[in-house]
C-alpha cells in the first residue's frame, strides 16, 4: 500500500505485536537521503570514537580538549630582542639571532 508523502501513519492497523516491531534493527533500516530530525531528543550511550568517521559526545571532546597546551599567538619573528617589550609579548626568534638571543633560533622568546 503506497501512502502520499508526508503522510502520518496509524500502524495499529496492521495488527502486529510490539515485540515484532522492536525486532527491526536500524541497520536493517535504508540510509538516510536527508537530515534526520531528532525532534529535541538526545543521542546516548556513544562508544569512545576509534576512527575519524565516528560520533563523539561533547564530554569526550571537551575531555581532550582540557589536555592541550594553549600557546598564545607569535607576534613577529625577530633576530634580536624588541626594544620595549610588553608584558605576554611573544616572538619567534629567526636563525640569525642576535644579542641575548643568539643559541634560541627558533625558540619563543
Known amino acids: 500500500m503506497k501512502f502520499p508523502k508526508g503522510t502520518p501513519i496509524d500502524w495499529s492497523w496492521l495488527n502486529i505485536a510490539p515485540e515484532d516491531m522492536a525486532a527491526v534493527e536500524v541497520g536493517d533500516l535504508k540510509e538516510p537521503t536527508k537530515p534526520l530530525d531528532m525532534a529535541g531528543q538526545k543521542i546516548t550511550s556513544l562508544p ?57 633560533e627558533d625558540d619563543i622568546a
Open 48 to 104: 569512545t570514537p576509534t576512527a575519524g568517521s565516528e560520533p563523539a559526545t561533547k564530554e569526550f571532546v571537551e575531555s581532550l580538549v582540557q589536555g592541550l597546551d594553549w600557546q598564545d599567538s607569535v607576534l613577529d619573528e625577530l633576530a634580536d630582542p624588541p626594544g620595549t617589550p610588553a608584558a605576554g609579548d611573544r616572538y619567534l626568534v629567526i636563525a640569525t639571532a642576535t644579542g641575548d638571543w643568539v643559541g634560541h
